[in-house]
């Protein structure tokens, strides 16, 4: 499903390669944590794989379809099936809690329309849907400015619901989050994981949430791939 060859990322002026021919195939139906230490080059591993980052060289097959060499406009619609949880939540601080789960459907919509804010019904109904399967469905017309942590990134993970997504990335979406929280939304990403048959690709520093959650753990070190299996086998020095 996601077919990854010989991935290599180069950063300009660095001499070493931050991903360094990285094979993998990954499965519809994986909850894949990608663990390793600040500088492994995790975060550069999800965002090649949505070319949210260009890769140096290497191919990335998603169903099929080489999305290293697809055009932009082609790639932006492929780009609406795999959606992206970030560590800040990149939510729009002054709007509320519904308007920002709204934004998740702008990548279906012309761009005047983004920008006037017009929501049909059926988004409008598919918003509400979203913040109930997140929990969020009372707090719809708070501004997102006033929320905790935890509600926040709930508010990332409904706005992603709404593109109706494949695949799952996650770039270390639970690193600002005390540790209660962060076992709830891996919880809540791995339950909408399970009713969606998605796969997800998630960053995580904290192997004990990997163990928990993953069915796969691959490890990383210096753009390596220095481990790939189940969460009972992992070696927890990574
Ligand atoms: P992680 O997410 O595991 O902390 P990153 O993917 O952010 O790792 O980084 C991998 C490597 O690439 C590191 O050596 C980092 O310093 C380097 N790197 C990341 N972003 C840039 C950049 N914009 N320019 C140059 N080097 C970078
Ligand atoms: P924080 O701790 O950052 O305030 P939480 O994610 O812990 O945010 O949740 C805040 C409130 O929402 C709590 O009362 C919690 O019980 C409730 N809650 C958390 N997750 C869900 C969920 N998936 N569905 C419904 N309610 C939830």
Redesign the pocket.
Known sequence: MLNIKDLVVQ????S?N?LDHISLTLEKGDFVCIL??????????IRSINRLHEPTSGQVKWEGMELTTLPEGEMRKIRSEMVMIFQHFNLIPRMTVFQNTLTGSFGRRPAYKNLLGLFSESEKSRGLLALEEVGLEHHANKRVEALSGGQKQRVGIARALLQDPKLLLGD?PVASLDPTTSRRIFGLLKKIHEERELLSII?VHDVHLAKEFATRIIG?RD?RVVFDGKPEEIDERI
């Open positions: 950063y300009p002026r660095s070493e931050a390793g230490k600040s500088g492994a080059g995790k975060s550069t591993f270390e960053n990383l753009g």
